[in-house]
């Protein structure tokens, strides 16, 4: 990257220290430009977020080629598993620069990532976005997102997968009509289903139970046990 642009870049971290300041490097066509941008995170001194409307504002100037923002009072610069999801979600590449020391890294969106391996993290990388990447990469089924950042089973109060499975497109099936790709609905550890994995055949299911690692696991009498019902997606009843 050019000095003048990451010149700019520490000018606007500096200016915004201790809270995170957030941009867009931008190809005019004729140049490439830093444009700051205001962070309206209600926790700005962790996390950045830039309006929708500052982003629109942007993308009439030019393309938007990376998103910018800083790390405050970090004691070496390496980028979070927050920031490497979110970057696979934009499609572009992220840079980001240590305050106030202005050290700098890129980070480039995973292609293709394996669906296991994949590091836990509560309401960006969980059982369901595990579901939603696996259903819209092998199907092009595109499912809304229900991931939300905070251990919701645990009141009992909420049924964020018993409310809205149906609305989804799922329709029930029985253990002996399993196949691969159906989602198996669980409890587990807890009174309300919270858990759901993908039948991937030869009795493996693919899930990401809190706080591990998203991996391929024997359907055993264990998660047996623990299941509430097995679906299928309306529009892989004819594709098998």
């Not at 606007?12 to 190809?27: K, L, M, Q, R, T």
């Not at 977020?49 to 009439?60: G, H, M, T, Y």
């Not at 393309?63 to 405050?72: A, K, L, N, Q, V």
């Not at 391929?216 to 047996?224: A, D, E, Q, S």
Request: charged share 25%.
């Amino acid at each position: 990257m050019r000095q003048k642009l990451l010149d700019s870049i520490k000018k606007h971290v500096d200016s915004e220290y201790p809270n995170e300041a957030c941009g867009f490097i931008i190809d005019t066509g004729k140049k490439q430009i830093y444009l700051p941008c205001k962070n309206i995170s209600d926790n700005p001194k962790a996390h950045f977020l830039i309006s929708p409307e500052e982003q629109i504002a942007a993308e009439k100037q030019g393309e938007i080629i990376m998103i910018i923002h800083s790390h405050p009072d970090v004691t070496s610069l390496v980028p979070s598993e927050f920031d490497r999801i979110q970057c696979d979600y934009t499609g572009i590449e992220w840079g980001i620069m240590s305050a106030p020391d202005g050290d700098f890294c890129t980070i480039s969106p995973r292609i293709n990532r394996d669906y296991t391996g994949r590091q836990w993290l509560l309401g960006h990388a969980d059982c369901w976005s595990l579901i939603m990447d696996y259903y819209d990469r092998e199907y092009g089924i595109k499912l809304n997102n229900y991931s939300v950042p905070r251990e919701w089973w645990n009141s009992g109060k909420e049924h964020l997968y018993d409310d809205n499975w149906q609305a989804e497109g799922f329709v029930e099936v029985g253990l002996n009509d399993m196949k691969v790709g159906d989602m198996i609905m669980m409890r587990i550890g807890s009174q309300v289903t919270n858990h759901a994995a993908i039948y991937v055949g030869d009795n493996l299911i693919l899930h990401h139970l809190y706080g591990q690692l998203s991996t391929r696991t024997p359907y055993g009498k264990y998660f047996r046990d623990r299941t509430v019902r097995i679906v299928r997606h309306k529009e892989l009843f004819n594709a098998q």
